[in-house]
């Protein structure tokens, strides 16, 4: 499709992060073919920008302006969560909070579990119970695998891993006024929120509570309630894919961290061959709750 000089300059200038970039050209395309246009104008662009706000969030669209316009406060990276595996025999994943994508008090609460993780790890030596548990000689296939992602967006995925922790964050609407923008129910690809003169209302069994419409609400009409985290563990990739059953659907960070205590238990008592997710089968979930 055509893109004239001001859109491709607009697009140059969207506070997305790099790597979305690409598809944001393809958003406004998107826009564009929906309205019968074979070229993209600024107004495509700003229409693109406008949902990538939202998706994003008020504070961090702001922020990520402020990157691209030399101003203060920008997304903050969070150095310490960035795990190198390569000599490792498990590797721990982090979502993009660890580039700033989170709130502080989320990527606070990240960074606690993924060290409480690590300490687990190093104290009881889980390195030497995966060399044992593994039948082919120790690759990278043999790793144990934990992603931590900071929402259930989940843009690091913890599905197919041996242990994931996923962000939960509880909306909750306000007695505030509501604007009527329609910002939450756009965000919101749950169709969870039903949108009234009177406000929005949120479908519990809907919500996957990922704080999408807290964040895009400019009235604070919709607010998080509470924080936490779901566990899920006993998923594969390689050879047997499996996906991660529940352990937990709300905990907090001490939650985590037991049942990160009890995997590494049951871990201790497989034999060669045996994965967490064997072990789990055998022995039943209840043991990590
Ligand atoms: S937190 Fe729930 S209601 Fe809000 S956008 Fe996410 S799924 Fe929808
Ligand atoms: S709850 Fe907030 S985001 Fe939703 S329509 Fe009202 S003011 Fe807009």
């Not at 490792?88 to 008090?105: A, H, M, N, T, W």
């Not at 967006?153 to 891993?161: L, R």
Request: hydrophobic share 35%.
């Amino acid at each position: 499709m055509e893109w004239n000089k001001e859109a491709i300059e607009r697009h140059e200038q969207m506070p997305i992060p790099p790597s979305v970039s690409p598809l944001a050209r393809k958003q406004a395309e998107k826009i564009a073919r929906k309205k019968g246009l074979s070229q993209v104008t600024v107004t495509e662009v700003e229409e693109a920008e406008e949902a990538y706000a939202t998706y994003f969030g008020r504070e961090k669209a702001q922020e990520m302006k402020n990157l691209l316009e030399g101003k203060e406060p920008v997304p903050q990276m969070v150095e310490e969560l960035f795990f190198d595996a390569s000599e490792k025999l498990y590797d721990i994943k982090v979502c993009p909070v660890k580039y700033g994508s989170q709130r502080k008090e989320v990527a606070d609460g990240i960074t606690e579990i993924f060290r409480g993780v690590q300490e687990i790890f190093e104290k009881e030596q889980i390195e030497e119970t995966i060399a044992e548990l593994s039948r082919a000689p120790l690759s990278q296939q043999s790793r144990f695998t934990v992603v931590i992602a900071g929402c259930s967006n989940c843009c690091e995925p913890p599905f197919f891993k041996d242990l994931g922790v996923v962000g939960q964050h509880v909306p909750r609407v306000t007695n505030a006024d509501c604007l009527q923008c329609n910002k939450c129910k756009r965000v919101c690809y749950e169709d969870a929120i039903t949108l009234t003169e009177n406000g929005p209302s949120i479908n519990r069994e809907r919500c996957i509570n990922c704080e999408f419409c807290a964040k895009s609400c400019p009235n604070e009409k919709i607010i998080i309630e509470k924080r936490g985290y779901k566990v899920i563990a006993g998923g594969r990739d390689y050879r047997h894919p499996a996906v991660a059953v529940r352990v937990k659907a709300f905990t907090g960070q001490e939650g985590v961290l037991t049942t990160v205590k009890k995997i590494v238990t049951l871990l201790k008592k497989g034999n060669e061959g045996d994965t967490l997710k064997s072990l789990i089968e055998k022995y039943g979930i209840d043991m990590l709750q």
